[in-house]
Each structure stands twice: as C-alpha cells, then as structure tokens.
C-alpha cells in the first residue's frame, strides 16, 4: 500500500516560517517525481512546487517563488517544503503527490499517489 504522508504544518503568523515533510511508505520513491500540492477552503486544489526523482530539477509557483524551497532525500524516502516569510494567503491544506514519472508536472490529474494533508495557517 503506497501512502505519502504529511508532517509539519501548523499556526504561524505572518512572516514566521515552516517546514513540511513527506514520507512515502510502500514506494521506493527515488525513481518518482514529487510535489507539493495546496488547497484553501472553497477553492480548486493549487500547484505549490515540484522536484524531479533525481532531485536535480524543481518548479514552483510563482506565488511562492523565492519564499519556498523543495528538496529531497532519496535515503530516507522524503521530501520537505521550506516555508519562510508566511503568508496569510498561504493557508491551506497542503498535500504530497507522486508521479510515476521521474518528470514534474504542474497538473494534480498526473500525479497517482497523495497523501492525507497537513493544515497551515498563517495569521495576520
């Protein structure tokens, strides 16, 4: 049973910083690629960042350029997400995904693993 689970989110405010990790059971995830997914109430699941198998590659968002920053560890089977200088328009739910792929893609409909999610919020 592959299942990517999430650690890390919680309460912040405005400007403080978080880091979430991912770990992926049942899958040996070095040959996958892996993002970060995010959804806020009452709108549509959003594109955070994403990082290829081999690590060597990530995209992100432009809404969280230069303030979020993804990175793996293959040995250990997780990826993480820096969160610094918070938002309060960053509070969501955010989720792990893993492609089948060693590819990224911005699209949630190409990714076949997820995970259950962590809440981040961030207060003004």
């Known amino acids: 049973q592959v299942q990517p689970v999430e650690y890390g989110g919680g309460l912040v405010q405005a400007g403080g910083s978080l880091r979430l990790s991912c770990a992926a059971s049942?899958?040996?995830?070095?040959?996958?690629?892996m993002a970060w997914f995010r959804q806020a109430p009452g709108k549509e699941r959003e594109y955070v960042a994403a990082i290829t198998a081999g690590g060597y590659t990530t995209n992100y968002a432009d809404s969280v350029k230069g303030r979020f920053s993804i990175s793996r560890d293959n040995a250990k089977n997780t990826m993480y997400l820096q969160m610094i200088s918070l938002k309060p328009e960053d509070t969501a739910v955010y989720y792990c995904?893993?492609?089948?792929?060693?590819?990224?893609?911005?699209?949630?409909?190409?990714?076949?693993?997820w995970g259950q999610g962590t809440q981040v919020t961030v207060s003004s």
């Open positions: 995904a893993v492609r089948r792929s060693i590819m990224i893609h911005t699209w949630p409909s190409e990714y076949n693993y």
């Open positions: 049942g899958l040996n995830v070095s040959r996958y690629a």
